[in-house]
């Protein structure tokens, strides 16, 4: 069964618009774990724009969900997730005035830094996955740094406004998909996924998990914009 994990990082942009503590991402995690999701997922970044540190530590002891912690090798990160030790981190590549991810990781150039990320996880028995372009070229790649999964980036998918161009893009991610677990890599999917887009990634066999984020936070205030200016209405009535 397709797995889908929930990227709340927008809920923590929220709340550094404001620089309290609501919106809590503890309480979104709570919320995804009682909706279904089965994973929990946080990119912290380098610059620290919505997850912060201590997110991390306090939904990992608030869920049973597996965390998995999106991040790219920069030092300061990497030292966290070290003292975090969760079951997975996904390695991203990171490009300072990006708003979202925009590319996958080079994982055949990753040289020495690279590798020696992938030592420290190894060592704290930390599974690794690297997120990358639906290439046959980084899956092999992959395969050859011993990771334990891929997750193939669905920008290009996402962003295909024709049938023929999603087609086209569906068959890569099929066929990458089919090469990593032959590979011996689980393969997973994330990025610009939504409600519309989504369904016919159910089709790709061995695909194992959906990573979601925005397009879940975007409907949320969608269904619940009503209801809360109702509430409020009513307050002040
Ligand atoms: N997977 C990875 C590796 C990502 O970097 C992101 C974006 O943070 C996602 C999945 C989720 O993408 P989106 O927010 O577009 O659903």
């Given at each position: 069964m397709l797995k889908l994990g929930v990227n709340i990082d927008h809920v923590a942009t929220v709340r550094q618009a404001r620089g309290?503590?609501?919106?809590?991402p503890v309480r979104a995690a709570r919320i995804c774990q009682k909706a279904g999701a089965h994973s929990i997922v946080m990119h912290l970044r380098e610059d620290r724009r919505?997850?912060?540190?201590?997110d991390l530590f306090r939904v990992r002891d608030a869920v049973r969900l597996k965390i998995n912690l999106e991040m790219s090798i920069a030092p300061s990160v990497l030292k966290t997730a070290a003292r975090l030790r969760p079951p997975q981190v996904t390695l991203v590549p990171e490009r300072r005035?990006?708003?979202?991810?925009e590319g996958g990781l080079d994982a055949a150039g990753g040289g020495a830094r690279l590798r020696r990320a992938l030592d420290l996880f190894r060592s704290k028995k930390i599974g690794v996955s690297l997120f990358i372009d639906p290439d046959p070229r980084q899956v092999d790649a992959a395969r050859d740094l011993g990771v334990d999964a891929v997750e193939f980036h669905t920008g290009d998918y996402a962003n295909r406004s024709t049938r023929p161009g999603r087609l086209k893009e569906l068959r890569r991610l099929e066929r990458a998909a089919g090469l990593a677990n032959e590979a011996g890599l689980l393969a997973h999917a994330g990025h610009g996924l939504d409600y519309d887009n989504v369904?016919?990634?159910?089709?790709?066999?061995?695909?194992r998990e959906l990573n979601i984020g925005y397009s879940i936070v975007v409907r949320a205030l969608w269904v619940g914009l009503d209801r809360a200016v109702r509430e409020m209405a009513d307050l002040i009535r």
């Open positions: 309290g503590s609501e919106p809590d919505h997850i912060q540190d201590a005035m990006e708003r979202t991810t369904l016919p990634l159910k089709k790709i066999e061995g695909l």
